[in-house]
């Protein structure tokens, strides 16, 4: 079945940087976008942002933008995002999400999860 | 990007209630909303789509309505496995989220 593996957790300093990835299995990774989503502890869903798998082209949350890069590689059927800049207000779990582009209706949701990367930002 | 109000935050009922939950956008988004639950520890579960449409698997007892800027997510004879965070999502172009709200027992 299909199925998302992130990477595991980060403990980064302030002013760094943080990528994460995303490993898609169990379904064809071309058909489908990948949206990241995070929680901070105790906090609700935070969208930052999808990349389409037509074109590869990316949407980021008005709030991330300049600041967060969304790629991904078909080769190995992985997703990454990468976040610039890290403060304390960083710290969450970050989740992908793999993105149904419903057809008929024009609309998208998320039907898988992966597990969810923990990222401590610390100075 | 469009903002998405959820109300209330936090909700408490006993079983057998109905239950409503709100959320409201900021502009109008004609029927692009999505709902999911989320129990603790679990990654969302997606139930309604573009409004009022279920989800495959998702009991009757959920139903979604609404559109423009107003939308209801309705538990008609809430059962012990709903008791569960949930939360609303546009879900045209930018795919944001409401704040979420708990449904506790009462």
């Known amino acids: 079945q299909a199925q998302l593996v992130q990477s595991g957790p980060e403990v980064k300093r302030t002013g760094t940087s943080v990528k994460v990835s995303c490993k898609a299995s169990?379904?064809?990774?071309?058909?489908?976008?990948v949206a990241w989503v995070r929680q901070a502890p105790g906090q609700g869903l935070e969208w930052l942002g999808w990349i389409s798998n037509y074109k590869d082209q990316t949407k980021y949350a008005e709030n991330m933008q300049g600041r967060i890069t969304m790629t991904r590689d078909k080769a190995t059927t992985t997703a990454y995002m990468e976040l610039e800049s890290l403060t304390s207000d960083d710290t969450a779990v970050y989740s992908c999400a793999r993105v149904v582009h419903d057809v008929l209706t024009a609309s998208y949701y998320f039907d898988v999860w992966g597990q969810g990367t923990l990222v401590t930002v610390s100075s | 990007d469009i903002q998405m109000t959820q109300s209330p935050s936090y909700l408490s009922a006993s079983i057998g209630d109905k239950v409503t939950i709100t959320c409201r956008a900021s502009q109008s988004i004609t029927t692009y909303v999505n709902w999911y639950q989320q129990k603790p520890g679990k990654a969302p579960r997606p139930l309604i789509y573009v409004a009022s449409v279920l989800q495959s698997g998702v009991p009757a007892r959920f139903s979604g309505s609404g559109s423009g800027t107003h939308f209801t997510l309705t538990i008609t004879g809430l059962q012990p496995e709903d008791f569960a965070t949930y939360f609303c999502?546009?879900?045209?172009?930018?795919?944001?989220f409401g704040g979420g709200t708990k449904v506790d027992l009462k």
């Open positions: 169990g379904y064809t990774f071309s058909t489908y976008g």
């Open positions: 999502q546009h879900s045209s172009s930018t795919l944001t």
